[in-house]
T-cell receptor
């Protein structure tokens, strides 16, 4: 089975940086996804990491360390519209199913 | 037009009633999924289908059933609704890509209240 942990809530100021951590324990490893979900809306894909290191996409970056079972999502130059829940998810081995963490709610304050 | 649609978007029903939630997709994906989302618990997989002839239970399938009518349609039924099935329900799809894994694309969700 999959065990995925991420903080419940984080608060940051507009223009700042926030780092959302995710730790996982899996029977195998086949990559890690990050999704963004605004309140009452559908989750939308942000990133997928399968190799160690940092991948940058504009203001958002995602990091993976397979040996540590650890990932983080880095949000830079925070904007009010970044207030949302961020979900960490891992697929099964030889499988397309995703197991999701409970999500981290980020609140951006002016 | 949205690639993954769900109907209805909101539904109020009474305990014991049978209801069906429908999902349609125009992405041409083989794989479809039903999740429920509860506050503090994240997304939990109810059922999934890897192709039209393949149906599998997820982690919380009790009290639910599904039907894959076509590649594009995947319906979720609550045979006899109970209040603890009150939740936000999402349909998702995924299909072959050139990468290692398949990204899942979610419908807008159905908010269900069972009284």
């Amino acid at each position: 089975g999959q065990n995925i942990d991420q903080p419940t809530e984080m608060t940051a100021t507009e223009g700042a940086i926030v780092q959302i951590n995710c730790t996982y324990q899996t029977s195998g490893f086949n990559g890690l996804f990050w999704y963004q979900q605004h309140a009452g809306e559908a989750p939308t894909f942000l990133s997928y990491n399968v190799l160690d290191g940092l991948e940058e996409k504009g203001r958002f970056s995602s990091f993976l360390s397979r040996s540590k079972g650890y990932s983080y999502l880095l949000l830079k130059e925070l904007q009010m519209k970044d207030s949302a829940s961020y979900l960490c998810a891992v697929p099964g081995v030889n499988d397309y199913k995703l197991s999701f963490g409970a999500g981290t709610t980020v609140t951006v304050r002016a | 037009d949205a690639d993954v649609t769900q109907t209805p978007r909101n539904r109020i029903t009474k305990t014991g009633k049978r209801i069906m939630l429908e999902c349609s997709q125009t992405k041409g994906h083989d794989r479809m999924y039903w999740y429920r989302q509860d506050p503090g618990l994240g997304l939990r997989l109810i059922y999934y289908s890897f192709d039209v002839k393949d149906i599998n239970k997820g982690e919380i399938s009790d009290g639910y059933s599904v039907s894959r009518q076509a590649q594009a349609k995947f319906s979720l039924s609550l045979e006899s609704a109970i209040p603890n099935q009150t939740a936000l329900y999402f349909c998702a799809t995924s299909g072959r890509t050139s990468g290692y894994q398949e990204t899942q694309y979610f419908g807008p969700g159905t908010r269900l209240l069972v009284l």
